[in-house]
């Protein structure tokens, strides 16, 4: 299965650790890499192959490159510092290309870990199965099945304590 495919199910299915505050709003992110293809391999071995692009107050675009029906698809990525984590773990916001900005605050959590010059890995919570890490800022399962986070200050609370529990990545990508 794809990774535009699992994010879209993660968000067809509300698992995904959410915020509908843009707590990052007006914050210039900071931005590790370069623009450039990526290549994203996947636990289960399966690799795929996105363009990054650069983009003004610290953002990127991140699209689908190989042919079939993502070709395209996307996201605006943001990566922010996350207090008391070491420098190289940041905070991943991403937010859907396809979605009107000006109607869509919806934004989606996880930890990037730079592993290198040209490499990083992505944790991605998971509501259910993270709920100890969600819990640490108050933070519960609500109808929707998503973890909906009420600020920044809970949304770092909590992915500290995601970082902190020892999850394992599920994506490893390289900057060519």
Known sequence: MRRLAILMACVALAGCWQSLSRPYRNVRGVTPFASGAVTETGLDG????YRLVRRPQGRYRFTSI??????????DLGFFPLPGAPSNVLVSQAAALD??????????YGLLVITG??????IRPDCEKDWRA???SGTRQGEDGACTFA???ALE???LALWKSGKKA???????
Request: proline fraction near 4%; hydrophobic fraction near 30%; glycine fraction near 6%.
């Open 46 to 49: 399966e690799v795929q192959h």
């Open 66 to 75: 190989d042919k079939g029906q993502d070709f395209g698809l996307g996201f």
């Open 99 to 108: 979605r009107p900005r000006v109607q869509d605050s919806l934004r989606y």
């Open 117 to 122: 010059p040209k490499s990083a890995d992505n």
């Open 134 to 136: 969600a819990r640490a």
């Open 151 to 153: 600020d920044r200050a």
């Open 157 to 159: 609370k909590s992915l």
């Open 170 to 176: 599920q994506y490893h990508y390289v900057l060519k």
